[in-house]
């Protein structure tokens, strides 16, 4: 009888248990925690858990808690194929990931399938909301802006400011790399200034003189590299190794202490690219505080990351449900959802509207925005 007293009791515990962990809502944060771009994963990671945090000590979701999956995918398109795999096969509703356009695009194909909603707070290549809307998933959405759109702003302000100077855009063969540049390549075109060299670069070397050798030639002022920081950091250092200075202009991708470290000095003057600082904003202030306080500092993508956790929990309050689907319809209903990078809607693609830009200038190890 006892026997059967304490089996009874401990099924009882384990439905208890198991109904609890029913009642979480399970977000799953994916990108490279490990790897290169492992500070990306680091932002993802603390963004997500400050709001998370956030939440759940505001009540959670209609009384739920938050609960987060930390999936790896070291911005490898195959690896993420199988995070996405494996998150669908978990259960998992709903993703805040991933960082590069490489990986989003082939996993959200898996998350379309499995009726998942996908928000990335970093991925720019404008295929994957584009291929989403053209295929009919309305569960895979961007919570951050478009390389058409970060093109239209920055390539006609190079044609303007750098007319009569040689200009060369290189990119990384990814598909974030070379989406960007081409984006800025077409409008700084249209704006009336052509590139004296057009070229794609081999990610993951470590020896780029050949390239430095080449921009020397080429008298190179400006050089505007579609990629990530440690390529470009390298390329920096081995230009200086050959007294060789010009004006490196990036995309979003160098929000983060590492590129100086990579680059050293030779950074100095570096221009990029960013949407309008987030850690400005007011909405942001006791976010940014409290993540200061643990000693991170909330650059890059972190208010991002931060953002699509809470546009996920408005989005679930707003349907009145937890169904994907549901919920990415409740979030393009047009009314806005509060965020730390303030108020944001989004169209029918799940793109968000109006997104502004800052052009910021790294100098003696940070940055800051400039007077464009």
């Not at 960082?99 to 970093?122: H, K, R």
């Not at 929990?313 to 449900?321: D, F, K, N, P």
């Not at 409740?330 to 968000?352: C, H, N, R, W, Y």
């Amino acid at each position: 009888m006892k026997i059967r007293t304490i089996l009874a009791a401990a099924g009882l515990a384990l439905t208890a248990q198991a109904a609890h962990a029913q009642e979480d809502i399970v977000i799953a944060v994916a990108g490279p925690i490990t790897g290169q771009l492992a500070t990306i994963g680091d932002q993802f990671k603390i963004g997500a858990q400050a709001a998370a945090d956030a939440i759940n000590a505001a009540g959670g979701v209609g009384g739920r808690k938050i609960q987060l999956s930390i999936q790896d995918d070291v911005c490898d398109p195959k690896q993420a194929v199988s995070v996405a795999n494996r998150i669908a096969a978990e259960g998992i509703k709903f993703v805040d990931g991933h960082a590069c356009s490489g990986s989003s695009i082939p996993a959200s194909a898996v998350y379309a399938e499995n009726g998942i909603l996908m928000m990335s707070p970093a991925s720019s290549n404008p295929l994957m909301t584009d291929d989403a809307a053209k295929n009919g998933w309305p569960t895979i959405m961007r919570l951050y802006t478009r390389d058409d759109a970060q093109g239209a702003f920055i390539g006609p302000w190079i044609a303007q400011k750098y007319a009569g100077k040689n200009v060369v855009i290189l990119h990384d063969k990814s598909a974030y790399g070379q989406g960007v540049a081409d984006a800025v390549k077409a409008t700084m075109n249209s704006a009336g200034l052509n590139e004296v060299m057009y070229e794609g670069i081999n990610a993951g070397e470590k020896d780029y003189s050949a390239l430095v050798t080449k921009l020397k030639s080429l008298n190179a002022d400006v050089v505007y590299f579609g990629g990530y920081h440690p390529e470009a950091g390298l390329i920096l250092r081995q230009a200086a190794e050959q007294q060789l200075k010009f004006q490196l202009i990036m995309p979003d991708s160098i929000a983060s202490p590492e590129f100086w470290q990579v680059a050293g000095p030779a950074a100095e003057g570096t221009l990029f690219v960013f949407p309008s600082d987030p850690q400005a904003k007011p909405e942001a202030k006791e976010a940014v505080e409290k993540i200061k306080a643990t000693g991170f500092s909330p650059e890059g993508f972190t208010l991002f990351s931060y953002a699509v956790i809470q546009a996920i929990a408005q989005g679930i309050e707003r349907a009145g449900s937890d169904d994907p689907m549901a919920v990415a319809e409740a979030l393009k209903d047009g009314t806005p959802v509060s965020t730390v990078v303030g108020e944001i809607a989004f169209d029918e693609k799940g793109d968000i509207k109006n997104a502004t830009y800052d052009i910021n200038q790294w100098h003696d190890g940070a940055y800051a925005p400039i007077a464009p």
